[in-house]
Nanobody
């Protein structure tokens, strides 16, 4: 019921910044949780950040706290991930995810999300 398309990935030097976008279509996002995950080849996909669409409440994994900011634009049905002070270990494919029935206690779990984008590559050089 929700289609997600990511964009904004690319190559950046360590210490630089990127802003990822995830455009949603198919229905309104009121009541949804939107999240960003990332994955390195051979590794498990891991939680990065999430936002409650209606309230705007934000949640982050420890490794990006203070460097990344997740936000949303209601009019555009789009969620963003602003990434600052990037490190080589941030290199990964970043995926947007969404679902309507996720509690705070479970929003970091991959299996809780039904809707996923195709991913966008972020590469941080040293």
């Amino acid at each position: 019921q929700v289609q997600l398309v990511e964009s904004g990935g690319g190559l950046v030097q360590a210490g630089g910044s990127l802003r990822l976008s995830c455009a949603a279509s198919g229905r309104t996002l009121s009541g949804y949780t939107m999240a960003w995950f990332r994955q390195v080849p051979g590794k498990e996909r891991e939680f990065v950040a999430a936002i409650r669409w209606s309230s705007g409440s934000r949640y982050y994994t420890d490794s990006v706290q203070g460097r990344f900011t997740i936000s949303r634009d209601n009019a555009k049905n789009t969620v963003y991930l602003e990434m600052n002070s990037l490190k080589p270990e941030d290199t990964a494919v970043y995926y947007c995810a969404a679902d309507s029935r996720i509690m705070v206690a479970t929003m970091r779990r991959l299996v809780e999300y039904d809707y996923w984008g195709q991913g966008t590559q972020v590469t941080v050089s040293s």
